[in-house]
Each structure stands twice: as C-alpha cells, then as structure tokens.
C-alpha cells in the first residue's frame, strides 16, 4: 500500500496550491479519502473528506469556501485545490484512506504559506 502525495511548497498569503496524493496496493474506489494537516505544536486536523464515489464532501469550517477536495478513481488519485491561502494554513498536508478499520497514510507534503 502507498499513497504519496505532491504538490506542496512555498507560496505568499493569497495564493493558491494543489496538493495530489497518487495511491496504489488497495481498492482505491473503495475507501473515503481525507485530507489531515499538522502544523507545528498543534495537533493533526481533519481538512476535508470525499466519500467513495465522490458525491459528497465534508470540509472543516477553517478550510469551507477555499479549498476543494476531488478524486479520479480511474486514476487513484485525490486532489486538494487550495485557494485564497493564508499564514494559519501552514502545515504538513497529509492524504488519508479509510474503511471501517482500515486506515492508510502518505508521509505527507510540507505547505508554508509567507510573505
């Protein structure tokens, strides 16, 4: 099982990123996907979820309007389109598969968001 995600890096308050996450070794189309960040001292966050056949979507109240949670399950893959991004989003983006008792983690993908 992997899940690898890219797409981080620097950017100025305002800007915008887009965070992928590439899976492979488990039914991918049948796991809801989250996206988690941690920034430093704090604890891991849940950012957004999209659920298996990615009709719906659930996005924590610091993140609703700005940022987007989307998946290709063709290609195993989950995005997150972050825009109008600000100091407080800074943290490691992790991505997340889940079912039931079953839960798969990427190494995650650094965001600093600074002028």
């Known amino acids: 099982v992997q899940l690898v995600e890219s797409g981080g890096g620097l950017v100025q308050p305002g800007g915008s990123l887009r965070l992928s996450c590439a899976a492979s070794?488990?039914?991918?189309?049948?796991?809801?996907l989250r996206w988690y960040r941690q920034a430093p001292g704090k604890e891991r966050e849940l950012v957004a979820t999209i659920t298996r056949g990615g009709f719906t979507s659930y996005y924590a109240d610091s993140v609703k309007g700005r940022f987007t949670i989307s998946r290709d399950n063709a290609k195993n893959t989950v995005s997150l389109q972050m825009n109008s991004l600000k100091a407080e989003d800074t943290a490691v983006y992790y991505c997340n598969a889940w079912r039931w008792t079953q839960s798969y983690w990427g190494q995650g993908t650094q965001v600093t968001v600074s002028s």
């Open positions: 070794g488990f039914t991918f189309s049948s796991y809801d």
